[in-house]
C-alpha cells in the first residue's frame, strides 16, 4: 500500500486528479537568481556602452580667449562615431551618466544581497523566504538612494572620507563609478551619507525627528543619599543637570539627605544635548524615606512578596498599576501577577507603598511580567 510522501518543493493541488503544480521555491531558487540578475546587470552596462556612444562633453572657453579668423572655405567636421564602434568610457553627462550610475549602484546592491544570503546559507539558515520582501525593497531602495547621493554630490565640493574630491568636475566621471558601486554594496554607509546630508541641509528639522530623546528611567524613586543611575535612549553626549542633590557626568544621581529635603520631593534631572539642534529631555526622581524590595522582574503567573526598607513606623498601603486581570496585592505586599495572556509579551506593572499618615511619601518599584525568564 503505497503512501503520499512530502516533497521539500512546494506543491500545490490544482484539483482532483488534476497534476501537481511547482511553485517557485525562493530558498532554493534565491542565490541563483541573484547570481544571474548580477550577470544581467554587469551585461547590460557593458552593452550600454558598446552601443551608445558617449558624446563629447563641451568645454566653455575662457573670457578673453581670441577666437580663430574666420576663413572662406568652411572646415569639414568628421563625422560622428557609429554605435559599437568602440568603448565610450564611463558618461560625463545626464542621463546616460544617471543610468551609468543606477546599473553600477545595482550591481553592487545585488552583489551584497548575494554575499548575506551566502553568509546565512552556511550558518544553515536557508529560509530567505520570510525575508522576500526586504530582498525586494533593497533592490529597489539600493540604487534609488545612491542615485541620489551622487546627485548632490555632483552638484556641491564636499570632503569624503578624509579624501578632497571635487565630484562637481567632468574628469572624475570614473570616481563617480566607483563611489556608485560602493554606495550600492554598503548600503548601510548610503544610508548613513545620506542621514548626514538630510543633517547638513535641516539641522533642526533632523535633530528633532531623528536624534530626539528620552531619559532612562523617566521616573525614578530614590531614597534621602541614595544614588539612581540615569541614561538617555539613544546615544547622545548630554550634559547632565539637577535641581536638587547632586549628578555626575554620567548620570549618576545623589539624592540629597533628609535634613536638605522632605519626602515626597520631586527633584527634575534635565539632560541638555551638546549639539544645540537636538531638545532636551527631563526626567523626575522622588525622594522617598523608604524603598522597596523584591524582584524587578516576574513570570505571569507566579507570586512575590514585597517588602519596605526601612520600613515605616506608621505602616504603608499597597497598590499596583495597571489592574491586570486576574493580578492583585494584599495588604501584606503580596504580589499575585496575572496569567499569561494568549500572545506572548512583556507587559509592566508599578507595585506603589503610600505611608500611611503622610501620601506624598511613597516608593514605587516598576515589575516586568515575563512569559518565560
Excluded at 123 to 149: H, L, M
Excluded at 171 to 190: E, K, M, N, P
Excluded at 345 to 366: Q, W
Amino acid at each position: 500500500m503505497s503512501s503520499d510522501s512530502t516533497t521539500p518543493m512546494d506543491v500545490q493541488k490544482t484539483g482532483k486528479g488534476s497534476r501537481p503544480r511547482a511553485r517557485f521555491n525562493i530558498d532554493k531558487w534565491l542565490m541563483p537568481t541573484l547570481l544571474l540578475l548580477v550577470l544581467a546587470s554587469l551585461v547590460g552596462w557593458v552593452l550600454l556602452h558598446l552601443l551608445v556612444p558617449a558624446p563629447p562633453v563641451e568645454t566653455a572657453q575662457p573670457v578673453g580667449t581670441p577666437q580663430p579668423a574666420a576663413t572662406a572655405q568652411a572646415v569639414e567636421t568628421p563625422p560622428p562615431p557609429k554605435a559599437g564602434a568602440k568603448w565610450t568610457g564611463p558618461y560625463q553627462q545626464p542621463p546616460l551618466q544617471w543610468l551609468d550610475w543606477l546599473l553600477i549602484s545595482l550591481c553592487g546592491v545585488l552583489l551584497y544581497l548575494l554575499a548575506s544570503a551566502a553568509y546565512y546559507r552556511v550558518r544553515g539558515n536557508t529560509r530567505f523566504s520570510d525575508f522576500a520582501w526586504w530582498y525586494v525593497a533593497t533592490i529597489v531602495k539600493g540604487p534609488i538612494v545612491a542615485f541620489i547621493i551622487l546627485l548632490f554630490l555632483t552638484q556641491v565640493s564636499v570632503d569624503i572620507t578624509g579624501l578632497s574630491i571635487d565630484l562637481t568636475k567632468p574628469d572624475t566621471a570614473t570616481v563617480l563609478l566607483v563611489v556608485a558601486f560602493i554606495l550600492g554594496f554598503y548600503s548601510r554607509v548610503a544610508r548613513e551619507q545620506l542621514n548626514q546630508i538630510v543633517k547638513a541641509l535641516f539641522p533642526k528639522a533632523y535633530g528633532i525627528a531623528e536624534e530626539q530623546f528620552n531619559i532612562v528611567p523617566g521616573k525614578a524613586s530614590v531614597q534621602f543619599g541614595q544614588t539612581a543611575q540615569f541614561g538617555t535612549s539613544k546615544a547622545v553626549e548630554v550634559i547632565w543637570l539637577t535641581s536638587t542633590g547632586k549628578i555626575d557626568d554620567k548620570g549618576l544621581f545623589t539624592a540629597p539627605s533628609a535634613t536638605e529635603a522632605h519626602a515626597g520631593d520631586a527633584i527634575r534631572i534635565t539632560a541638555v544635548p551638546k549639539d544645540p539642534n537636538v531638545p532636551t529631555a527631563s526626567a523626575l526622581a522622588t525622594l522617598v524615606a523608604f524603598s522597596i524590595v523584591g524582584k524587578d522582574k516576574l513570570l505571569y503567573g507566579a507570586e512575590e512578596t514585597y517588602q519596605t526598607s526601612p520600613a515605616p513606623e506608621e505602616g504603608v498601603t499597597w497598590s499596583v498599576t495597571p489592574k491586570l486581570r486576574g493580578a492583585a496585592i494584599t495588604d501584606k505586599g503580596i504580589y499575585k501577577a496575572p496569567p499569561a495572556p494568549e500572545s506572548a509579551v512583556k507587559e509592566k506593572v508599578a507595585i506603589t507603598a503610600t505611608c500611611k499618615t503622610n501620601p506624598l511619601n511613597l516608593a514605587t518599584l516598576e515589575v516586568e511580567l515575563q512569559a518565560w525568564p
